[in-house]
């Protein structure tokens, strides 16, 4: 686990999960000046780092114990467009941890207007590249977090 300080650059952790802000730069974007779909993508592995990251569990650290989160699955419905200079709402939000897995909710928003829906599962992987049980350290925080309403 990581004990660093928690820093403005991650974001913050909400009420039942986390909110990182993001600016769309030119190269997110494709010939028409829009967010190229799978430019949306990487701000929803940032959101889920930086939660992570909020919540103590470096990827650096992991990975030195041999594991490292992998995507098993994703949904993501695209709502709406985004646009170079706009100014996005990444949240994430626990909806289950499992022995290896970790149910996220995840949202990419500008202002009041959703742009993007995703449920992400992910799973804690060894060396070997198959699940592993999540350490209880990983669970606790990440149901801890789930839970927590301010």
């Known amino acids: 686990m990581n004990a660093a300080a928690p820093h403005a650059l991650s974001g913050r952790l909400t ?10 730069y030119f190269e997110d974007t494709d010939f028409s000046g829009r967010v190229y779909h799978a430019r949306y993508l990487h701000f929803l592995e940032r959101g889920r780092s930086d939660y992570l990251r909020l919540l103590g569990i470096g990827h650096r650290e992991l990975g030195a114990d041999g594991h490292a989160f992998a995507v098993r699955r994703l949904e993501i419905e695209f709502l ?3 646009s170079i200079d706009d100014v996005l709402t990444i949240a994430s939000r626990v909806l289950s941890v499992g022995g290896a897995r970790i149910v996220l ?3 990419i928003g500008r202002g009041s207007d959703k742009l993007v829906e995703a449920v992400v599962t992910v799973a804690l992987v060894g060396k070997a590249g ?5 350490p209880v350290q990983i669970r606790d925080a990440f149901r801890t977090s789930a839970t927590t309403r301010n």
């Not at 009420?15 to 769309?24: C, D, F, I, K």
């Not at 198959?130 to 999540?134: F, G, I, K």
């Open 15 to 24: 009420p039942g999960g986390h909110e990182l802000t993001q600016r769309v």
């Open 80 to 82: 709406r467009p985004a």
């Open 105 to 107: 909710a995840q949202d």
């Open 130 to 134: 198959r699940a592993v049980r999540l």
